[in-house]
C-alpha cells in the first residue's frame, strides 16, 4: 500500500494537517506514543488553523506537543499526502466531518538539549513519552492505517538526515 497524494480536490475531504520529523544531531527521529493509545507511535502533527501557512502549523504543532521551539529548517516534503480513516474512527473523529487527514510534513533538525523536551507539562499532553529512533523504524511503530504516509515521509526525508 503506498501513501496517496492529495490535491486540492480533497480539501472538502480531508482535514488539511502539518506534520514534524524531527531530527537530532545523530540522525535519529523523534516519537511519542499517544497518551489516547499505548503502542501507538507517532511523530508530532495537527491541524492547520484557517489563514495560517503549513510551515508556521507545524512549528506551532511542535511546541504545542513537544515543547520544542529550538529548531533548525531542514526540507519539505514535495507533495500533500493523505490517508484515510478506518471506518471505527470516521464517525468520532473531528466530528464525523472528514474522511481522513491531507498532510504536509517539514523535517527539523532539533538544537537544543533533550531536556528541553517535555510531553507532560505542556496544556494538552498527547504523548505518554517520546524516544528517538533510526528512521528505518519509523514507519513500523505508527498504526496501520497512517504506515503509507510515514513511509512516503521516510523516503522523501531520507537524504536530509545525516
Known amino acids: 500500500m503506498t501513501a496517496l497524494i492529495a490535491s486540492e480536490a480533497d480539501e472538502a475531504s480531508y482535514r488539511r ?46 511546541e504545542e506537543e513537544t515543547s520544542v ?13 493523505k490517508y484515510e480513516l478506518p471506518p471505527e474512527l470516521k464517525a468520532r473523529a473531528w466530528n464525523g466531518r472528514w474522511r481522513g487527514q491531507m498532510q504536509k510534513w517539514f523535517a527539523l533538525r532539533h538544537l ?16 505518554a513519552r517520546w524516544q528517538w529512533v533510526d528512521i528505518d523504524e519509523v514507519p513500523r511503530l505508527i498504526v496501520d492505517f497512517k504506515r503509507p504516509v510515514y513511509a512516503a515521509v521516510v523516503e522523501a526525508f531520507r537524504p536530509h538526515i545525516s
Open 17 to 62: 494537517c502539518a506534520g514534524v520529523m524531527l531530527v537530532n544531531g545523530l540522525g535519529r527521529v523523534w516519537v511519542g506514543e499517544r497518551e489516547d493509545l499505548p503502542g501507538a507511535w507517532q511523530m508530532p502533527q495537527g491541524g492547520i488553523d484557517a489563514g495560517e501557512d503549513p510551515h508556521s502549523a507545524a512549528l506551532r504543532e511542535l
Open 112 to 127: 537544543g538539549p533533550d531536556s528541553e523536551i517535555d510531553v507532560r507539562g505542556v496544556d494538552s499532553p498527547e504523548f
Open 69 to 81: 521551539s529550538n529548531v533548525a529548517f531542514l526540507a519539505e516534503a514535495p507533495d500533500w499526502f
